[in-house]
């Protein structure tokens, strides 16, 4: 009895694993849908150079797609969407950090909201912007990238909470069922100790009949 109970829970614990296993393959297939984009766009940065980010700077009044790209850049980083900070934001020596680093998995909703102003314009593309400036297009790719994720983990977010309750629950589970296999294998051992004592009394039995039979033969 105490094993069938034991194996059933086995089985449950088997089917909470499978469970966890799902949601975890249907979140990072979400999350693998966003990191391209995100790679492609850290891979860029790493392209960039000082001279690239100074091409930059260097525009006494910016073509307006570099304009609108220090904006969205700027949106991103809680700074004023005006170009003399954004030329204080790319004099920073940790501006190129602060993007590699930048956490998306927290973005403020109102800055997602204030972003998405750019990503929905028809010109706000890399390509486009790439035309009037290399570094910008890297740095408006960026802020696709950020845009995308958000979206993506937003979806995902869901999925994440779902999975942490999961993963608890199965660890419960696990942590019961380990306590019960314990008490299982005593139970067993104790039955193997007891049956083997008995074939040991059922050997000592028959050895003491052959012995009475053998000194019952020799007296006659």
Known sequence: EVA??????????????????????????????????????IKSLDALDKKDITEIKSFPKPPALVMMTMEAVNTLLGEK?????????????????????YDKDNIPANVLK??????????????????????????????HAMDTYSKVAK????????????NQQLAEATEILAGKQKDLKTIQDKVAA????????????????????????RLQ
């Open 4 to 41: 069938a109970k034991v194996a059933s829970e086995e089985a449950v614990v088997r089917e909470q694993a499978e469970t966890v296993q799902a949601i975890q393959a249907d979140a990072q297939k979400d999350l693998d849908v966003a990191m391209p984009a995100l790679e492609k766009a």
């Open 81 to 101: 969407p005006d170009w003399d900070t954004a030329k204080r934001v790319l004099s920073d020596s940790q501006f190129m950090t602060k993007l590699k680093e």
């Open 114 to 143: 204030k972003l998405e102003k750019y990503i929905q314009k028809p010109e706000y593309a890399p390509d486009s912007v790439g035309n009037q400036s290399k570094a910008a297009k890297s740095l408006c790719m960026w802020t």
């Open 155 to 166: 979806t995902v977010e869901p999925k994440k909470k779902r999975l942490e309750e999961m």
């Open 194 to 217: 007891l049956k083997q004592k008995l074939d040991d009394t059922e050997a000592e039995k028959d050895r003491l009949i052959n012995e009475a039979e053998l000194t019952q033969a």
